[in-house]
């Protein structure tokens, strides 16, 4: 009998992306094949993101070209939460689950096409399945959210915090290591917030007990001897604890902190946990002791109620912080979201446009005078592409996909996963040039 074969969207964050491999690697312990086309398939599954209005939107488009492709398809993911959405739009979907119903998606994957299991050929490696490449990999330790910012729906979606216990994200860890993943890269919806669900309960990992908690659990993964990358981090002050990690070179010194705005206005209007800290004041005092920290983080323009001065103070705030990597996003109105019940004025599409403008230009400025102190610097850099003796990687101050590149020349043909160490001979506003030493 021939194995079922799955064709597989996977939508939205890297979170998502985790909970797309903890299938794709059920379905090939189960004796699945995975197709790379919907044409020819037995089904399909598509992993949907519901985060903002545009993202439905995508999502709802992916379903449809599933469904004119093959006809019959399973829909996951952050937008099962709302199944009245998708079924408006298409009835004939033949299951929806929520995000993170493993179970349930592996049910209506059973129903719709049996499984033909070998055990002798469906041999999984101890990692599973991975969407990533093989020298990086997302490592969740959590699943939700306490926070209830009024922009955003993810705990309607995803539910409350809920914390891996330490020792199951440590042997996760230590899998992807032993297969040659060379950089961790660590998220959640509120990593900071790691095991306070559960009371930061201790798990025995190896010969010890480790607590979950933020700090702990990045002393451990520090220990492992490869890059560990800290996303989606909200500046509680215990986060403080975890920079002399960052001076010693145990973690990566890089803290993705979704700041999202300035003006204290426009923060208590957002919900922000934290939004009372005194953060330029936290940011120099992690800068005294890691002097080359590197921050990302995301801010929303066009809030409601945003005033010019408002959005004035994020700029000057901008100039302050000094921020390595910023995105911005022109705020969407969500469906659900409580900012569109605070009665607040919408902020005119072409001012959103304009503000979005002013703050990318202040962002790109900003970006590449700090990167024009790395000129004639040796950095190490991890090869994400190569082809010969020309390649395009990564130093530690950057994430994959998000931050910006190291361009590099070497007398010797580099490899995918290499890391390697670069005298960086040139930068302009988000990438640097160098050449392999």
């Known amino acids: 009998m021939n194995a079922p074969r799955v064709?597989?969207?996977?939508?939205?964050?890297?979170?998502?992306?985790?909970d797309s491999e903890r299938i794709l690697t059920r379905l090939r312990a189960e004796g699945y094949e995975i197709a790379r086309k919907h044409n020819g398939a037995d089904l399909v599954v598509v992993n949907t993101c519901g985060f903002l209005d545009s993202a439905r939107d995508e999502s709802l488009a992916a379903i449809g070209d599933a469904m004119s492709e093959n006809g019959k398809v399973i829909v996951t993911g952050c937008m099962g939460a709302t199944p009245e959405l998708i079924r408006e739009k298409h009835?004939?979907?033949?299951?929806?689950?929520?995000?993170?119903?493993?179970?349930s998606v592996m049910a209506a994957v059973h129903e719709a096409a049996p499984p033909a299991h070998e055990p002798f050929l469906d041999l999984i490696p101890p990692q599973g399945v991975r969407l990533t490449p093989r020298h990086y990999a997302y490592l969740k330790i959590s699943e939700g959210c306490n926070n209830r910012c009024s922009f955003c729906i993810i705990p309607a979606l995803r539910g409350d915090l809920a914390s891996r216990p330490a020792a199951d994200v440590l042997r996760e860890a230590e899998r992807l290591v032993k297969a040659g993943v060379k950089e961790l890269l660590v998220i959640s919806q509120d990593t900071s917030a790691y095991g306070v669900d559960i009371r930061y309960a201790t798990s025995l990992w190896h010969d010890r007990e480790v607590r979950a908690k933020f700090l702990d659990l990045s002393q451990e993964l520090g220990s492992l001897g490869v890059w560990v990358r800290m996303h989606y981090v909200y500046p509680y002050?215990?986060?403080?604890?975890?920079?002399?990690?960052?001076?010693?070179?145990?973690?990566?010194?890089?803290?993705?902190i979704p700041f999202q705005h300035a003006s204290p206005r426009v923060l208590k209007n957002m919900r922000r946990p934290a939004h009372q800290e005194k953060t330029l004041e936290r940011i120099?005092?992690?800068?005294?002791?890691?002097?080359?920290?590197?921050?990302?983080?995301?801010?929303?323009?066009?809030?409601p109620g945003e005033t010019e001065e408002d959005f004035e103070m994020l700029l000057d705030w901008l100039d302050e912080a000094k921020i390595d990597r910023a995105g911005c996003f022109k705020y969407e109105p969500v469906g659900g979201a409580r900012s569109e019940e605070l009665g607040l004025p919408a902020v005119p599409e072409e001012i959103k446009e304009a503000r979005w403008n002013r703050f990318m230009a202040k962002q790109q400025k900003i970006s590449a005078n700090l990167l024009k102190k790395k000129v004639g610097k040796r950095l190490p850099v991890i090869i994400d592409e190569a082809n010969g003796t020309a390649a395009k990687g990564r130093s530690?101050?950057?994430?994959?996909?998000?931050?910006?590149?190291?361009?590099?020349?070497?007398?010797?043909?580099?490899?995918?996963?290499?890391?390697?160490?670069?005298?960086?001979?040139?930068?302009?506003?988000?990438d640097l040039y160098g050449q392999a030493t």
């Open 237 to 256: 002050p215990h986060v403080d604890d975890v920079i002399p990690l960052m001076a010693e070179r145990k973690i990566l010194p890089y803290l993705d």
């Open 284 to 303: 120099g005092r992690w800068r005294e002791i890691c002097p080359d920290l590197a921050l990302r983080s995301t801010f929303i323009v066009g809030f």
């Open 396 to 430: 530690r101050y950057d994430a994959p996909e998000i931050d910006g590149a190291v361009h590099v020349q070497s007398r010797r043909p580099l490899r995918v996963g290499d890391i390697v160490t670069v005298k960086i001979d040139e930068a302009d506003a988000y």
């Open 7 to 18: 064709s597989f969207v996977s939508l939205g964050c890297p979170k998502a992306l985790v």
């Open 91 to 103: 009835p004939n979907v033949l299951a929806i689950t929520g995000p993170q119903a493993y179970e």
